[in-house]
């Protein structure tokens, strides 16, 4: 496996259901994890959300050896795919259990 020498982590390509609410809000909303890494999170919405907001991720993995979690962390770049699809990456900022 070839390893950006750019990046801090190596990044880890999945594809989980996951759940984010931006952290003023109590409204969830469902997303697809697109890649992890030990600094950063990018998954795919329906819906944009402005670089620099602070967001509650939760991804519970549908295997049993690796355990769910819930993280907190910073919108840094969003990129439109197509319609009412998204990129969005995240710079991980706390990481709950």
Excluded: W
Aim: charged share 25%; with cysteine; aromatic share 8%.
């Amino acid at each position: 496996m070839k390893h950006d020498e750019k990046r801090a982590y190596l990044r880890i390509s999945i594809d989980s259901e996951m759940h984010y609410r931006l952290v003023d809000s109590t409204e969830f909303y469902s997303a697809r994890c697109s890649s992890l890494s030990g600094s950063g999170i990018s998954f795919i919405a329906a819906q944009s959300i402005d670089e620099g907001k602070a967001i509650e991720i939760n991804i519970t993995p549908q295997n049993t050896i690796t355990p769910a979690f819930t993280a907190f962390v910073e919108v840094v770049r969003v990129t439109k795919l197509a319609a009412d699809e998204y990129e969005i990456a995240t710079t991980i900022k706390t990481i709950k259990g």
